[in-house]
């Protein structure tokens, strides 16, 4: 939907740049882990890297939300079957002014964590540490899967007045190329 | 197929209010999703997008009226003028006010907006949060005082005691939890206020970093449900390793307010940052209201302005189709009545009369055609010639009797006037001035016989004439009727010879035989008694006497053959067979009869006897013509004409031929140009020809002589078919 909405309003607005993908999200290292319980794991190190635009608006207040997408489904799946399993992390970065500090909020669980410097939190947001996927015997031994992983800043989630300029411009576009392998689990 | 057009143009109307009506409903949600964008703001690009597609549905609807109406325009249709001078009118009105309310509304916004973040506010804000700041620096200062001296107070170092002192810490300083790290970073105590959690809220590298490198650390943080908490780490000044972190809630008070003026400070610097895209978001949205509005306008003043002319168009295109002669055209009545509506039904009122009188003209012309082929029809069927003349004595209209008559065409009389007619053919002069000298002299209603003398002979003609009324007492004209009367005159003289032969013979036959019997006894009693001198001139004078009675005699028998009624006995005959057996009875004489016999095989229906009488007369006339040394040819042919066979037999000689002066004539009775006999011969051939149903006539050949040639008709005739055409001979022998 997010897309379909970018590529509409990008054809509608003529004047606007194409919109770019895979900038200021660098995914280094993915790894899917198989624990002691049988639970399959997800480590990653996400770097991101935010332009200009996108700081001064962190620092001036706006609150930045980030989603890492995570999709697992049949090899053979058809375009209209559902996933198997789908994660949406989503994870606010704020600047709090008064400590001058710089907050994570972990929407789904409502953890909060403070960070002195801006690098600290996007580190710790990059950082993705044994994430659970689904238990092995949930899937079928016999089945190639593909786990699909894309990373961006959300910009629905951006205060209204900002969302139709951050539609156009290309400096809001932080989303990551889809990272995407093959599984037989 | 009118049903059509009006039902596609209703779906149009009601498309495009259904365009507008969801354009206004996206405009309000767009409104309600920007007032409230936590619930709705995910409501906000769709329907933006959403407005911007119906915002160019909506142009294209407008453009293409808009280009269907500079097309009629341009195609001179009937009503595209007025439509296209309301349509401007009603678009200029509908801009105007919105562009100065569009320009106004751009201006107050942009204003009101920037009014929102003005210098004085944004150093309050900035000072509020300054003094927030102060406060808690006061309080993070004494909670970091409180850090320091905790760690000092521990004096045993072993992890037991550790553990158990730093419970005591944290429940007497107040903490939320207190944990004791080695400088690698290892816990070595903890105690929090929730016995459950077992892991200490790890501080952040930097933090660490900046403790180990001998700088105690102190900030506020968000705790878990949102309350401020100070955080304290700081390094052992014993130098045996340790770092303390202390979270202590801040004073509830304190942190309620601080976190109010914070998220108000929040609120209005992103406010004050969002400030240029605030200002799109409203420039955009009014746009699309005033986009909305023009187009709305535009399309709406195309279809009022169309609405409001289609009656004129129609009465224009009525107009036009009454202009070249469909007076059937009815016009579409608009539904609301009004001025327009009462133009239509007086035009439709029009046009069913003109309708209605050209219905009638075309029926009264029909009538009048009609009459006037029926008037055409008789008067083409009248043997009488009749001629209409205007008062100026010009002709209007002749018959074709009147043409056979008078032997003019009728395209050349129509239009002359008759003092033409006598110039133009001189031997019609007498007939133009009879009828002139009527005219002139103002003579009502006259009648005349009047005697041509033609190349045809002499021709008498009965003539009236009468005023021309086309209303009643009115004369506009004359009406000239006349008849040929010639061969009806003739008739009469015929008949009136033929009385005055019956009787004279009848009168005259009676005292013959008793003068011839009288004669003879005379000379039969006295012829031997008398001296033979005397004896001499009484033989001759009786023999005379009785010459010349029987001459008297025959005369008086060919008068009585003329005269009397014949009575016919026919039957059929074959014409060459009889013919040979009439000249055969001529052979051996001195004059040379030939025959040229080409009707074999033909038979007539004739009286053998009458017609063999013809031939004697003709023979004989030709030997007299043709003297001593005459030729007489005998010819016979077969004909057809009209799809009616005849036979036409010639006696030709060659004698001196007919007199000119009396060529049409010798077939009258006692015309003659011999020195003897009755001139009643060639009359009884004319007679008994016309009886079988034929016709005789006279002609002098180029080579020379004189010829009459006879035409009967053939066997093939019925009786009944031979009636009409005898009956038409002798009623032409009457007309004429």
């Known amino acids: 939907m997010k897309t379909l909405a970018q590529t509409i309003v990008a054809i509608l607005f003529l004047c606007a740049p194409v919109i770019g993908i895979a900038e200021g999200v660098e995914m280094r290292r993915v790894a899917l882990t198989l624990s002691e319980d049988g639970r399959i794991l997800l480590d990653a190190d996400i770097k991101f890297n935010l332009n200009d635009t996108v700081s001064e608006a962190l620092e001036n207040g706006v609150p930045l939300t980030f989603e890492t997408h995570v999709q697992l489904r049949r090899a053979s799946a058809w375009v209209w079957e559902s996933d198997v399993v789908e994660h949406r992390l989503r994870t606010v970065l704020r600047y709090r002014p008064l400590s001058g500090m710089y907050e994570l909020r972990n929407l789904v669980g409502d953890e909060r964590l403070s960070f002195a410097t801006r690098d600290a939190a996007l580190r710790t947001l990059g950082n993705i540490v044994a994430m659970p996927i689904i238990e092995r015997k949930q899937l079928d031994l016999d089945e190639d899967y593909l786990v699909r992983i894309d990373v961006g800043l959300d910009i629905e989630a951006l205060p209204l007045p900002m969302r139709p300029m951050a539609y156009i411009k290309r400096d809001w576009s932080i989303t990551s190329e889809p990272w995407e392998w093959r599984l037989r689990p | 197929m009118a049903a059509a057009p009006v039902n596609k143009r209703r779906f149009d109307v009601a498309a495009a209010a259904m365009l507008v009506v969801l354009l206004l409903a996206s405009l309000h949600m767009i409104s309600a999703a920007v007032q409230r964008s936590e619930e709705l703001g995910q409501w906000f690009i769709p329907l933006l997008l959403f407005t911007l597609v119906g915002l160019v549905i909506l142009f294209g609807l407008v453009g293409w009226n808009l280009w269907q109406l500079l097309r009629d325009y341009r195609l001179r249709v009937a009503g595209s003028r007025l439509s296209a001078r309301l349509t401007v009118l009603f678009v200029v009105l509908a801009l105007v006010p919105v562009s100065v309310v569009y320009f106004y509304s751009m201006r107050f916004l942009s204003s009101g907006i920037d009014s929102w973040f003005d210098l004085q506010v944004d150093s309050a804000m900035e000072d509020a949060l300054t003094l927030s700041k102060l406060s808690l620096d006061l309080h993070k200062r004494e909670r970091l005082k409180l850090s320091e001296n905790l760690l000092s107070s521990i004096e045993d170092t072993s992890q037991t005691a550790m553990a158990l002192s730093v419970n005591d810490m944290r429940a007497s300083s107040g903490a939320l939890e207190i944990t004791l790290f080695s400088v690698q970073g290892k816990v070595l105590a903890l105690s929090h206020a929730n016995p459950d959690i077992l892991l200490p809220t790890a501080p952040d590298s930097g933090m660490v970093q900046q403790v180990v490198a001998g700088d105690n650390y102190v900030g506020v943080a968000s705790g878990p449900d949102g309350r401020l908490l100070v955080r304290c780490l700081v390094l052992d000044k014993a130098r045996r390793g340790i770092v303390l972190q202390a979270l202590y809630p801040v004073p509830e008070a304190l942190s309620d307010i601080s976190s109010s003026l914070q998220d108000a400070y929040e609120a209005y610097r992103t406010r004050a940052y969002m400030r240029s895209q605030i200002k799109f978001s409203f420039a955009l949205s009014l746009s699309m209201v005033l986009l909305l509005g023009l187009f709305a306008a535009a399309w709406a003043a195309v279809f009022t302005a169309r609405r409001l002319v289609q009656p004129i168009s129609d009465i224009a295109e009525g107009t036009r189709a009454v202009a070249e002669g469909n007076y059937d055209k009815q016009l579409p009545l608009p539904k609301v009545e009004d001025e327009l509506g009462f133009l239509v039904n007086s035009f439709n009122a029009m046009t069913r009369r003109i309708a209605h009188a050209r219905n009638a003209l075309e029926e009264g012309r ?371």
């Open chain 2, 366 to 736: 029909h009538k009048l055609q009609a009459q006037h082929n029926y008037l055409e029809t008789v008067l083409g069927g009248l043997s009488t010639g009749v001629m209409a003349l205007d008062g100026d004595g010009r002709i209007q209209t002749a018959n074709r009797a009147a043409e056979q008559i008078l032997g003019v065409s009728v395209a050349d009389l129509a239009g002359q006037g008759l003092q033409e007619l006598g110039r133009h053919r001189e031997s019609l002069q007498p007939f133009v001035d009879r009828v002139m000298e009527s005219f002139e002299k103002g003579v009502h209603e006259g009648r005349a016989e009047i005697t041509l003398y033609r190349g045809a002979g002499r021709q008498v003609l009965l003539c009236r004439h009468s005023p021309l009324e086309t209303d009643p007492g009115t004369a506009t004209g004359h009406v000239l009727v006349f008849d040929d009367v010639t061969e009806l005159l003739k008739a009469q003289r015929d008949a009136a010879w033929g009385e005055v032969a019956r009787r004279l013979a009848h009168e005259i036959k009676n005292p013959l035989t008793p003068i011839q019997l009288s004669a003879e006894r005379l000379r039969r009693k006295y012829l031997g008694k008398l001296p033979p001198e005397d004896g001499v001139v009484l033989d001759r004078a009786t023999h005379t006497i009785v010459q010349q009675v029987e001459a008297m005699k025959t005369m008086v028998n060919d008068f009585s053959d003329y005269a009397k009624p014949s009575k016919l006995q026919v039957k059929p005959l074959q014409v060459d067979e009889f013919l040979g057996e009439v000249v055969a009875l001529y052979e051996g004489g001195t004059q040379h009869v030939v025959t040229d016999l080409n009707a074999s095989g033909l038979t007539i229906e004739a009286d053998p006897v009458r017609l063999r009488q013809v031939m004697h007369n003709l023979l004989k006339n030709a030997v007299e013509a043709g003297g001593e040394r005459g030729h007489i040819v005998v010819s016979s042919r077969v004909g057809a004409e009209g799809g009616n066979d005849f036979v036409e037999i010639a006696v030709s000689d060659n004698g001196p031929g007919f007199d000119p002066d009396l060529i049409d004539q010798v077939f009258e009775p006692y015309v003659t140009s011999k020195t003897k006999g009755t001139g009643l011969g060639l009359a009884i051939v004319k007679r008994i020809v016309a009886e079988h149903g034929g016709w005789v006539h006279a002609e002098n050949p180029h080579e020379g002589g004189g010829r009459v040639v006879l035409h009967l008709p053939g066997l093939a005739l019925s009786t009944d078919q031979q009636l009409p055409l005898l009956a038409g001979i002798d009623g032409e022998g009457e007309d004429a």
